[in-house]
């Protein structure tokens, strides 16, 4: 089993959609939980990052954490043609990071 | 622009050759990673550094080093190259250890 576990899809909505992208992981000492977005072949970019469980918002998006569960979330409200990527979660605890295999996202006009 | 920069962006080579990709992070950070990503694959973490020191090693190859000088920018060296290595690396900084990291664009190497 792996660490963190991330459905890579691929995930088709249309456009105007609410998008639920979710990762699951297995060490209990995880703290710290981000969100990437990367386009196809560029850089992967910081979309949010939470500290513990709860709930963080920033425009469109919402990250969640429940950590009884394990359990991450993103949410995307009102998608766009221009959220589409691949979405991948990272959580750490202290200098061990580990990422999500990643979740390819299209949305559709 | 996250603030980390990577050269070269392209890097085209033979098997067998040897050559050094580049990273400096942002300002102020002192955690540098560096990360494989080939096609449609995800990150593989190879090899971390926290201000000059090596903190943590993934799945680096023997062929593969790396080192943080102390003006906090780093060098991935990669030698006797393979065809399989061709693909893209990331650097990333963080502030410290365990915080978000914020990638480089990447620099992408063939190997023929």
């Known amino acids: 089993q792996k660490e963190v576990e991330q459905d890579p899809g691929p995930l088709s909505v249309p456009e105007g959609a609410i998008v639920s992208l979710n990762c699951t992981y297995s060490n209990s000492a995880f703290q710290y939980f981000m969100w990437y977005r990367q386009y196809s072949r560029k850089g992967p970019e910081l979309l949010m990052y939470t500290y513990s469980s709860g709930n963080k918002e920033d425009g469109r998006f919402t990250a969640q954490v429940d950590k009884s569960s394990k359990y991450i979330s993103l949410f995307i409200r009102d998608s766009q043609p221009s959220d589409s990527a691949t979405y991948l979660c990272?959580?750490?605890?202290?200098?061990?990071?580990?990422f999500g295999a990643g979740t390819r996202l299209t949305v559709k006009p | 622009d996250s603030g980390v920069t990577q050269t070269p962006k392209h890097l085209i080579t033979a098997t067998g050759q040897r050559v050094t990709l580049r990273c400096s992070p942002r300002?102020?950070?002192?955690?540098v990673y560096w990360y494989q990503q080939s096609l449609d694959q995800g990150l593989q973490f190879l090899i971390q550094y926290y201000n000059g020191e090596e903190r943590a090693k993934g799945n680096i190859l023997e062929r593969f080093s790396a080192q943080q000088f102390p003006d906090l920018h780093s060098e991935l060296n990669l030698s006797s190259l393979e065809l399989g290595d061709s693909a893209l690396y990331f650097c990333?900084?963080?502030?410290?250890?365990?915080?978000?990291?914020?990638f480089g664009p990447g620099t992408r190497l063939t190997v023929t």
């Open positions: 990272a959580m750490s605890a202290g200098n061990d990071m580990r």
């Open positions: 300002s102020g950070d002192l955690s």
């Open positions: 990333a900084s963080s502030r410290y250890e365990g915080y978000e990291q914020y």
